[in-house]
């Protein structure tokens, strides 16, 4: 394959040299689409060990006697529509729309906030109905597994904040839309991830 | 301008198919709690007997509205509908491993289950 090395065009006017590549494509996107897909078999153990654990509890409480579907119910759509919210971001800052940009961007980092809270909420509540971590196979697998999204969900929303932060000082120029680009395919993941355990974790569990 | 325009050309998407595709994931979400509801909810007694017709396939139901709604953010949001190919290989590639590794772990651990946990065969 023959070597090149790309010049980005920005959509400002200004021109950046990119990495040296031999794809066809910005180094940082292809990292960003290798670490997510690390990141779908990491998420793969967690999911399977949950399943596994799955009604083999000793002693409650359990599933049914805690989970509240309308408040993940909310959760849930909050994290969908914040999806929706940062797309419309992005759209902004390749359009070199800075105030589109920033009116989508705030959104999607207050639902970030509110997601993280809400598992906040919902996780010290839980311990006050006697569910630690240690508490059974359930509580172990149930933290562990929603545990680890809610980290991925505050590194995003971390990092969406940084950007706003650059976008409010005008650091966020549609030539550089590729940095909103990263961190939206970051934020996207964390929302199909949420989308798989929202029915494997909550719902099917209330069944059983 | 222009660039915008072709930014907007290029991942084939603009405004008004996000907002689409953000209502049909809304959609979805909500069928999903409501197929919980009428199965087995108290809220829905009402549809008893749809609830006992649909009970059956809950999960294969559950699981079939949850790829659909992973679909349409990966196709458009993730915009791998109109990014290069290579990266939709990439994704599915993990998928695929990821799926494998469940059903994997799921059939090794069911199938000995009775070595570890008490009740078993053994």
Redo the contacts between chains.
Sequence with gaps: MTSTTATLAGHDGHAAEAHHTSLPIENRKLAIWVFIASECMFFATLISTFLIYRGQSLKGPLPADIFEVPLVTAGTAVLLFSSFFVVMALNGAQEGNRRKLITWLSLTVFCGVFFAGMQVYEFSHFYHEGLGYSTNLFSASFYTLTGFHGAHVTMGTLWLATLLKDAIKGDLPAGKALNLEIAALYWHFVDVVWIIIFPVVYLMSLRS | ?A??HA??HEHGS??AT??K??VV??VL?AL??L??EV??GESMTGLASLGASLEPY??EL??L??AF??WF??MF??HLKFD?K??SW??T???V???V??LA??AL?TYNRGLW??GGLW
Excluded: H, N, Q, R
């Design positions: 301008m660039d915008a930014a907007e603009g405004g996000y907002v595709i953000a994931l809304f979400t999903e709690v197929l919980y199965c087995y809950f999960v559950l699981l509205l949850s709604k992973f953010v990966a949001y993730m290069m290579l990266l990439l994704f590639f993990s998928l491993i990821a799926s590794v469940i772990l799921l651990f946990w008490p």
